[in-house]
């Protein structure tokens, strides 16, 4: 088997505003490929780590991405009025034509992701939870990014969708041979789909396997009570 590629390497990583510091000598790497899963209970840095991989906020310490990275990134929500008479293909029409883009990377986007004409040309504000991730992470591919930042896809969808979109987001990673860091709250998904587990809490992070950190233990430390999870009945639970 070859060597596995490094992607990102982070070194002693701290993240403070004012004198609250939120992140601290953190270090941990990725390779290509990999389903990093990055838990944590609420205030434990898990959006401000992404917002640090993405250079936009100050911080102290290394972090380094391989020099063919290419970012892309669904952020939890997006700090626009919903209200607006903006359509799908809008938004992914602005953002091509910001990235010079030929005309059909939008649609070619959208088809990767199973987003059919019908929502392209659909008013963002009425989009179910669950159209409206598929737009983001349509979003998020244009550009032909390597890298997949994807923060908390399915907070506010029921089971069946967030099932839909995590395995969306599997079949992306393996079929484009995308690295994916994912922050979830969904252990059983964690469990399923990560190849690599980092836990963020105020005491000192950890990182491993699915199978070594998502231990009774080790969830009692990181949210202080050991949360409920079931694991599931899935042939990805199966780590080699």
């Given at each position: 088997?070859a060597?596995?590629?490094?992607v ?6 701290s993240?403070?505003f ?24 609420n ?5 401000v780590?992404f917002?640090a ?11 380094e991405?391989?020099p ?5 990134y669904?952020?939890?929500?997006i ?12 938004l992914l029409t602005?953002?091509a034509?910001l990235l010079?883009?030929p005309?059909?990377a ?8 199973g987003l059919?004409?019908e ?6 504000g009425?989009?179910?939870?669950g ?14 990014p ?9 907070a506010s969808?029921d ?5 839909h979109?995590?395995?969306l ?5 393996l079929?484009?041979?995308?690295t994916?860091?994912?922050?979830s709250h ?7 789909f990560?190849?690599k ?7 000192r992070p950890c ?6 950190v ?6 009692a430390a ?5 949360p409920?999870f ?8 199966i780590k080699?």
């Amino acid at each position: 088997m070859a060597n596995p590629v490094l992607v990102l390497s982070v070194r002693k990583l701290s993240v403070s505003f004012g004198q609250r510091t939120v992140l601290h000598d953190l270090t941990f790497d990725v390779t290509r490929g990999e389903n990093l899963a990055i838990i944590g209970p609420n205030g434990a840095g898990k959006t401000v780590l992404f917002r640090a991989l993405l250079n936009q906020v100050p911080y102290e310490g290394s972090i380094e991405w391989a020099p063919d990275t290419k970012l892309g990134y669904v952020p939890q929500a997006i700090a626009a009025d919903r209200q607006l008479p903006l359509q799908v293909d809008d938004l992914l029409t602005a953002k091509a034509r910001l990235l010079k883009l030929p005309d059909e990377a939008v649609r070619e986007a959208a088809s990767i992701v199973g987003l059919g004409t019908e929502l392209l040309t659909t008013r963002i504000g009425v989009l179910s939870g669950g159209q409206f991730q598929k737009a983001m992470i349509t979003f998020a591919l244009l550009g032909d990014p390597n890298v997949l930042l994807v923060d908390e896809p399915t907070a506010s969808l029921d089971e069946l969708a967030q099932e839909h979109i995590y395995e969306l987001l599997e079949k992306l990673r393996l079929e484009r041979n995308l690295t994916v860091l994912l922050v979830s709250h969904d252990l059983s998904v964690v469990y399923q789909f990560a190849s690599k587990v980092l836990c963020l809490s105020k005491g000192r992070p950890c990182i491993g396997s699915p199978r070594d950190v998502l231990t009774p233990d080790t969830l009692a430390a990181v949210y202080s009570a050991v949360p409920k999870f079931y694991q599931h009945a899935h042939p990805h639970n199966i780590k080699e």
